[in-house]
């Protein structure tokens, strides 16, 4: 069944599309980590972005930023941790911080730096969502599991009414993308497809999502 996704109190959340995630360059790249997976977000979060432009629905975007000298890596490392403070990896002033161009991101557009998976941890993210009226989000970028499902999970329980974008979303595995959108799907909010946002805001479905290959083993679906 098609979801209706409103244009009304909406924004759209587009969680660290940034180049150290895309660019095996980068340090994430060096660190070892293959980030090619994760370029299956971005044809459909530019088409999303293009959509809610098109339909006046106002685009915010987040960053990982960490501060000069790290200060703020936390204590809880996560994977390649050493390699990654050695390499100043999203280190505050760095160029692989950046959005990527294809966004093509404006100025009187909002962007959050964070140093947390979630969007709304430590940020101004939800005074500037209060300040505009939103009480729906629409999210998407990278990754699924990490970055997405925190902010999702944090707005589900703000009573955010939230939509989860499925072809406008990666992970470094398709299993943890699968599982990341069962759960986000099970309690925080909406999975819905691109097409549905397209549709509901008086576009037509561009077809540009390319959602990450199907799990190979069978797993569980929704039962209660």
Known sequence: MTTTIPTENTAVIVVDMQRAFF???DSLGRAGIDVSPLRHAIPG?????????AAGVPVMFTRYVYMPGMVDFGITKGAKASDRIAANSL?????EIELIPELGARPDEVVIDKSRPSAFYGTRLEPVLTGLGVRNLVVCGVTTNICVESTVRDAGQRDYA???????????????????????GWSFGDVVELADVETSWGGTPSSAG???????????????
């Open 23 to 25: 660019d095996s360059g």
């Open 45 to 53: 979060t530019v088409a999303l972005v293009d959509a809610a432009r």
């Open 91 to 95: 280190g505050y002033g760095t160029d």
């Open 162 to 184: 939230t939509y989860v974008v499925r072809d406008a979303v990666a992970e470094f595995t398709p299993e943890r993308n699968h599982f990341a959108l069962f759960g986000m």
């Open 210 to 224: 390319t959602p990450q290959p199907p799990v190979e083993a069978p797993l569980p679906t929704v039962a209660v």
